[in-house]
Every structure is written in structure tokens, then in C-alpha cells.
């Protein structure tokens, strides 16, 4: 008869694994609403082969290009600043003492 292999430490693995997960994983109300609203206006702003891949967890956007001549980027990034200004000015209001408002 196999009999299944049981580790002591698997538990505290699993246990120590949640709580690294949960850690990096916290994103508050303000966080989530900023990021939500960044990546609509970054989508509004693509253009050309110039597509939005994520917004991180402290709103910066990553995007990406195929078969590009190079010329997406500069409308890209006018229309994002103009988009994205009032995002971060009321973001920072509702939690001034966050890293990305400090600058």
C-alpha cells in the first residue's frame, strides 16, 4: 500500500506563501479606483500599434508596440498627461502621503 508523504513544513510553506501573496497584494480603495481610472484613460489614448498592457499597482503604465515606425508614443504620452492629471490630483488628495504623491 503507497501511503502519502506529509511534510511538517508544508503547512507553514503554505501558510508563509499566503501571507507573502496577501502582502503584495494589498491594494487600497483609493489605489484600485486611481489604477481602474488610469487604465481607461491610457486605453483611450492608444493608438496606431501602440497598445496598453497593464497598469501596476503604483499606476504606472506599461505599454507595447508591434510593427511600429515609432511615431505612436508622442501622441500617446500628450493625450495620457493631459488624461491622467486630474486621476493623480484627486488620487492625491485622498492620500497625500502616499510615495507618488511626495514628488
Known amino acids: 500500500m ?3 508523504v506529509r511534510s511538517a513544513l508544508a503547512p507553514v510553506s503554505l501558510a508563509a506563501l499566503a501571507m ?3 502582502a503584495c497584494g494589498v491594494v487600497t480603495k483609493a489605489q484600485e479606483e486611481r489604477n481602474d481610472a ?3 484613460a491610457a486605453r483611450s489614448c492608444e ?3 501602440l497598445k496598453v ?3 501596476s499597482n503604483e499606476g ?5 508596440t508591434m510593427n511600429s515606425s515609432g511615431n505612436e508614443m508622442g501622441p500617446f504620452q500628450q493625450c495620457y498627461r493631459e488624461k491622467a492629471r486630474p486621476i493623480w490630483q484627486s488620487y492625491c488628495r485622498q492620500e497625500p502621503d502616499s510615495p507618488q504623491c511626495r514628488r
Request: net charge positive; charged share 20%; proline share 5%.
Open 47 to 49: 493608438n496606431g500599434s
Open 60 to 64: 504606472q503604465v506599461y505599454t507595447r
Open 20 to 22: 507573502v501573496a496577501a
Open 38 to 40: 488610469l487604465w481607461a
Open 53 to 55: 498592457e497593464r497598469v
Open 2 to 4: 503507497i501511503r502519502p
